[in-house]
Each structure stands twice: as structure tokens, then as C-alpha cells.
């Protein structure tokens, strides 16, 4: 009687210290799991900004294009250079974009 009553007490802690260390990695893998959501969110927000910064570009070359399409721009010496310089600068930006 008394091995059985010893055995029982036994099980009870192991499984009690079982219990507590679950408990534990349930605790610390909720905190893994809203560290992972918010680098998600992060990303998320990279992304858009990106997206976002490419579009912004892709625009402004688009409308570079349509000004340039006469080339009246080139024949004033000053707007000319300038005008050239902003082309070069929207070139460089070109480079970074995700559709070419």
C-alpha cells in the first residue's frame, strides 16, 4: 500500500513539473508568435512603401516622357540643361524600380 501510495505521489509531481514546464513554452511561444506578427506588419509596411515609391516613380517618368515629346526643351540653353539634369536624375531612379 505504501508503494502504490509513493508511486502516486510520484506520478502527481512529475506530472505537476510536466504541466509547469508546458505552461512555459505555451507562454513562450505566444511571445515568438506577436514578435513573428509584428515583424509581419513591418514587412507589410515596407512593402507598401515601396510599392508605393515605385508607382510614384514610374509616373513621374511617364510624365517626363510626355513633356520631352516635342523636345522643346532642349532649344533654350538654360530650361535645356536643367531639363537634361532632371532626365539623368529620373534615369538613376529608373534603376530601382521593380518593372523597367
Do not use: H, P, W
Not at 4 to 13: D, G, K, P, R, T
Not at 29 to 49: F, G, P, W
Not at 67 to 82: C, L, N, P, R, V
Amino acid at each position: 500500500m505504501i508503494y502504490i501510495c509513493i508511486s502516486a505521489a510520484l506520478f502527481l509531481l512529475v506530472s505537476i513539473i510536466c504541466i509547469i514546464l508546458l505552461v512555459r513554452k505555451t507562454r513562450e511561444i505566444s511571445k515568438m508568435e506577436t514578435a513573428m506578427l509584428e515583424l509581419l506588419s513591418d514587412r507589410n509596411q515596407y512593402v507598401t512603401t515601396l510599392n508605393t515609391l515605385n508607382r510614384t516613380i514610374l509616373s513621374i517618368d511617364a510624365n517626363l516622357k510626355k513633356i520631352d515629346s516635342k523636345g522643346s526643351f532642349e532649344s533654350d540653353d538654360e530650361i535645356g540643361f536643367f531639363f537634361e539634369e532632371v532626365k539623368k536624375m529620373q534615369q538613376e531612379l529608373m534603376l530601382y524600380t521593380t518593372t523597367k
